[in-house]
C-alpha cells in the first residue's frame, strides 16, 4: 500500500468522525479528541526535552564548563523540588519553584502587554497626526480622519470602563451627562470590534470546513481511482 494513500486514509477517517459531533457527542468523537490531546501533549514532550531540557540543561551539566555548571544549578535544584508537587505531603517544598514560575510568568506577560500593547497603542493613536509625513491633500484628510476616530474610539473606550460617578444629595450616585455620552459612543466601538472578531473567527471556520469537505471529496475520488 502507498504511503501517502495510508495517510489519506487515516485523514479520511479521522475527519469523518471528527464530523460525527453533527449527530451530537458520541464515543467516535471523543476518540479523536482523546487522541488530539494524546498527540499534542506527546509533540510539546518531545519539543521540551530535545530543545530545552536536554541543551539547556542535561548538556550544561555533563559537557559544560564549571560556570556554565554553575549557572545550570539553579534551574536544575527549582526542576526537583517542582517534583515534589506530585506528592500530597511534601508538595510545600515545590513553593519556590511555584512561586519563581508564576512571578517570571507575569513579569513577561505585563511587561509583553506593557510595550507591546500598552505603548503600540499610543504609537498607534499619535501617528495618524503626523502630517507631514503624508503626501498632503486629500491623503492628508483622511489620516486625520482616521486619527480622529482612532483617538475618540480609543478615549470613549476607557471612559466606558470607569465606574466612578458623582454623589449628589438624596439622590443615587450618576455619572456626568458628557461622560455618560462618551462611555455610549465607546460602548458602540466595543461592539463593533466585538463583531469584527466574531465575522473573523467564523470566517477562519467557515474556510476550515469548506476545506476539510474538498479533502473529502478529493479523497473519496482518490479512493475510487
Same mark, same amino acid.
Given at each position: 500500500?502507498?504511503?501517502?494513500?495510508?495517510?489519506?486514509?487515516?485523514?479520511?477517517? $479521522?475527519? $469523518?468522525? !471528527?464530523?460525527?459531533?453533527?449527530?451530537?457527542?458520541?464515543?467516535?468523537?471523543?476518540?479523536?479528541? +482523546?487522541?488530539?490531546?494524546?498527540v499534542s501533549?506527546? +509533540?510539546? /514532550?518531545?519539543?521540551?526535552?530535545?530543545?530545552?531540557?536536554?541543551?539547556?540543561?542535561? *548538556?550544561?551539566?555533563?559537557?559544560? *564548563?564549571?560556570?556554565e555548571k554553575?549557572?545550570?544549578?539553579?534551574?536544575? %535544584?527549582? #526542576?526537583?523540588?517542582?517534583?515534589?508537587?506530585? *506528592?500530597?505531603?511534601?508538595?510545600?517544598?515545590?513553593?519556590? *519553584?511555584? /512561586?519563581?514560575?508564576?512571578?517570571?510568568?507575569?513579569?513577561?506577560?505585563?511587561?509583553?502587554?506593557?510595550?507591546? !500593547?500598552?505603548?503600540? =497603542?499610543?504609537?498607534?493613536?499619535?501617528?495618524?497626526? /503626523?502630517?507631514? =509625513?503624508?503626501?498632503?491633500?486629500?491623503?492628508?484628510? #483622511? =489620516?486625520?480622519?482616521?486619527?480622529?476616530? $482612532?483617538?475618540?474610539?480609543?478615549?470613549s473606550t $476607557?471612559? +466606558?470602563?470607569?465606574? #466612578?460617578?458623582?454623589?449628589?444629595?438624596?439622590?443615587?450616585?450618576?455619572? %456626568?451627562?458628557?461622560?455618560?455620552?462618551? %462611555?455610549?459612543?465607546?460602548?458602540?466601538?466595543? %461592539?463593533?470590534?466585538?463583531?469584527?472578531?466574531?465575522?473573523?473567527?467564523?470566517?477562519?471556520?467557515?474556510?476550515?470546513?469548506?476545506?476539510?469537505?474538498?479533502?473529502?471529496? !478529493?479523497?473519496? =475520488?482518490?479512493?475510487?481511482?
Amino acid at each position: 500500500m502507498d504511503v501517502d494513500f495510508a495517510w489519506t486514509a487515516v485523514a479520511f477517517i $479521522l475527519t $469523518l468522525l !471528527t464530523l460525527s459531533y453533527l449527530l451530537g457527542d458520541n464515543p467516535l468523537f471523543r476518540l479523536v479528541v +482523546y487522541l488530539f490531546v494524546g498527540v499534542s501533549a506527546g +509533540y510539546v /514532550a518531545v519539543i521540551l526535552l530535545f530543545e530545552v531540557i536536554v541543551p539547556r540543561l542535561v *548538556s550544561p551539566l555533563l559537557f559544560g *564548563s564549571p560556570a556554565e555548571k554553575l549557572l545550570a544549578l539553579a534551574p536544575a %535544584a527549582l #526542576s526537583l523540588l517542582l517534583l515534589f508537587k506530585l *506528592s500530597p505531603r511534601l508538595t510545600t517544598l515545590g513553593n519556590p *519553584s511555584m /512561586a519563581f514560575l508564576v512571578g517570571s510568568g507575569a513579569a513577561v506577560i505585563i511587561g509583553g502587554a506593557v510595550s507591546g !500593547t500598552l505603548f503600540g =497603542q499610543i504609537r498607534g493613536a499619535i501617528q495618524p497626526f /503626523a502630517l507631514s =509625513q503624508s503626501g498632503g491633500g486629500l491623503q492628508a484628510g #483622511s =489620516q486625520l480622519l482616521g486619527g480622529l476616530i $482612532l483617538l475618540i474610539g480609543t478615549v470613549s473606550t $476607557l471612559i +466606558y470602563f470607569q465606574f #466612578s460617578a458623582r454623589r449628589k444629595a438624596n439622590q443615587q450616585p450618576a455619572r %456626568a451627562a458628557v461622560v455618560q455620552l462618551a %462611555a455610549f459612543g465607546g460602548q458602540i466601538f466595543i %461592539a463593533i470590534t466585538l463583531g469584527a472578531l466574531y465575522a473573523g473567527v467564523l470566517a477562519a471556520a467557515l474556510t476550515a470546513l469548506i476545506e476539510r469537505f474538498d479533502f473529502l471529496r !478529493t479523497a473519496i =475520488q482518490t479512493f475510487l481511482q
